[in-house]
């Protein structure tokens, strides 16, 4: 197996991702008083800027920052935006290097698959306000829905899972095919006892009329593999509905994951899939790799804003005296050091390179700093393999559930229909790519006996390979042949694997028990110091674009009020509430405020 060389060593403190999910500053100290005078300013005006009087240093270029930035242009703000590595952060897509012959482009690769579901209203309200030629409705257009989706079993069968919507195609299946989706379905039936399937039916009942207030006190302290009961019911029910759940769609495991999230994501996805308050399909995903249809013409939009970009330069410190930021101290470049004066700052680094950023002082200052110490990050990260002839997997994301590195994965080229792969792309020979996420970094793989962290990248490559083989080449059908295998490349954010000290540049907020506690409002208690990020609560309890993109706008409308502007306010819209259970939640808001558990509770 040849491997795609990674000449990119350099890391991303930017925004967020969020492939399904996706994944993510050191500290300096400057002595003495800050020379404002002699500093660089954000507000420095560039041709065409716009200017409100105040400027505004964001300082990271992911989803939120770019937002942030998209919001404060529109109203005039002079905006300048410090991104350590590449726009566009763990969204971004990068080029595997030395990949293009003959004119190509080089081979697409990425952190991790993009995924936008209809629950999200925030982000695709953004993507609308991205002009892309040819596009009414901007880059939005160029979202385009799977038709299906697979639970992959290893040694069964494989659940197909048509998704219905106003316009669906139905995926073009073979009398084979139908034979085996119908045997995994009877197989899987077969293998849930009743019992089990009506108890989890109620616990899904239990959930959805729970009000807030039970919602986030005692089901945020329960974890789901406690709240299902898994311990006691069959390995089917412990694969399908609670491990599978928690770790290849929330990344966090389903001993540990709040019941809160998880429920509240999967209320979400499941009135998404009755059509109710959704802005489209239960799944969408872009028609090229994202930077082409999505973050380049995004910065060329922001550019035309006046918004001016930095790119390499790295937050170091925020500089906190007289009760307000006075600086930031960030490394250009060159590696010069600079004190960057702004009347106003967004902080829009992952929560683990933005911690160090923030001083003792500062903590004091708003003790919700102090409590983001208390947030965790976890591995899940991206690996693409490039095929020489199309992949008849599925059409739309699969889900290995029996892999012990919970893989899912999509085959990209199918759903590229103004892309012809080995035309555009590479040496000519390449016409797929399998873009794969490895959400289990910490369990023994199936070739070699060790952790993901444990192997080297070779090693990595070779074991996710079998892995998916494993899992779809299992029951009489060759899916993936090694014969068609050309190349491969993974996240160059991960480093040091294979040694006693691996280390992951792009790592993903996990939600264990008691995170949503600790998770900061976009308006700090410093007066001109603004979080935004993936990890600042918002209505969607998950760590994704949709969090960051809603964060970054509770962010700019707290920095609105602060500046005493009159310009709009940035619309946040939360997750759908079906007006049609609020009446059952203010019957067990009265239970709950009597100590009563939820009337459908069964125990």
């Not at 703000?77 to 003959?102: H, I, N, Q």
């Not at 993507?127 to 892309?132: A, D, E, K, L, T």
């Not at 016409?431 to 490895?438: E, H, Q, R, W």
């Amino acid at each position: 197996m040849d491997r795609a060389e990674n000449a990119e060593n350099a890391h991303s403190t930017a925004g967020t991702g969020s492939t399904r999910r996706t994944f993510v500053a050191g500290a300096a100290a400057v002595g003495g008083a800050v020379a404002l005078g002699a500093a660089p300013t954000a507000a420095a005006a560039g041709p065409g800027r716009r200017t409100a009087g105040q400027s505004v240093a964001v300082l990271g270029g992911g989803v939120a920052g770019l937002t942030a930035a998209h919001e404060l242009a529109e109203r005039g703000f002079a905006v300048t935006v410090y991104e350590r590595r590449a726009l566009g952060g763990k969204a971004r897509s990068m080029d595997v290097p030395a990949s293009a012959k003959g004119g190509r482009r080089p081979l697409p690769a990425e952190h991790g698959f993009r995924f936008i579901p209809g629950i999200y209203h925030n982000l695709p309200d953004t993507m609308r306000r991205i002009p892309f030629p040819g596009n009414a409705n901007g880059v939005h257009d160029n979202l385009v829905a799977p038709k299906e989706m697979m639970f992959a079993r290893t040694g069964r069968e494989n659940i197909r899972i048509p998704i219905p919507w106003p316009g669906h195609q139905p995926a073009d299946l073979t009398l084979d095919d139908i034979r085996r989706a119908l045997a995994a379905l009877v197989e899987t039936a077969a293998g849930l006892p009743a019992h089990e399937t009506a108890y989890f039916v109620n616990r899904a009942l239990v959930y959805l009329t729970s009000c807030d207030e039970r919602r986030d006190n005692t089901w945020e302290r329960t974890p789901w593999w406690d709240f299902v009961r898994a311990a006691q019911m069959s390995q089917d029910y412990q694969r399908i509905l609670a491990v599978g759940v928690t770790r290849n769609i929330v990344a966090t495991k389903a001993e540990e994951a709040s019941t809160r999230t998880v429920g509240t994501l999967g209320e979400a996805f499941v009135l998404n899939a009755l059509g109710q308050g959704a802005d489209g399909p239960p799944d969408r995903i872009l028609n090229a790799p994202t930077n082409e249809a999505w973050i380049d013409p995004w910065v060329a939009h922001l550019r035309g804003l006046g918004v001016d970009f930095r790119i390499g330069w790295t937050v170091r410190e925020m500089k906190y005296a007289n009760g307000r930021i006075a600086a930031a101290l960030i490394e250009d470049s060159d590696g010069v050091r600079q004190t960057v004066t702004a009347d106003h700052y967004i902080s829009a680094l992952p929560v683990e390179h933005a911690r160090p950023t923030w001083s003792a002082a500062m903590r004091a200052a708003d003790p919700q700093l102090a409590r983001c110490d208390k947030l965790r990050t976890d591995w899940m990260t991206g690996i693409q393999f490039y095929l020489t002839e199309r992949t008849p997997i599925v059409h739309g994301h699969l889900n290995c559930i029996d892999s012990p590195w919970s893989l899912t994965a999509i085959a990209q080229a199918q759903h590229w229909p103004g892309r012809n792969f080995p035309v555009d792309y590479g040496d000519g020979t390449v016409a797929d790519c399998l873009s794969v996420d490895i959400s289990e970094w910490d369990k023994r793989g199936i070739l070699y006996g060790k952790t993901a962290k444990q192997c080297t990248r070779e090693e990595v490559a070779r074991e996710v390979w079998a892995q998916l083989k494993a899992a779809l080449n299992d029951t009489g059908k060759t899916v993936l042949r090694d014969a068609t295998l050309h190349s491969w490349f993974l996240d160059p954010g991960v480093d040091g694997i294979g040694t006693p000290n691996p280390t992951n540049e792009d790592e993903l907020l996990i939600h264990p028990v008691g995170t949503l506690h600790n998770r900061p409002a976009a308006a700090t208690k410093i007066p001109n110091f603004y979080l935004a990020g993936d990890y600042v609560s918002v209505s969607i309890d998950l760590a994704t674009m949709e969090g960051a993109n809603a964060s970054a706008r509770a962010a700019v409308n707290a920095l609105l009020d602060r500046a005493g502007s009159t310009a709009a306010r940035c619309k946040v819209t939360p997750l759908f509430r079906p007006p049609a259970i609020e009446f059952l939640k203010r019957h067990d808001r009265t239970r709950y405020r009597l100590g009563l558990r939820n009337a459908l509770d069964l125990g």
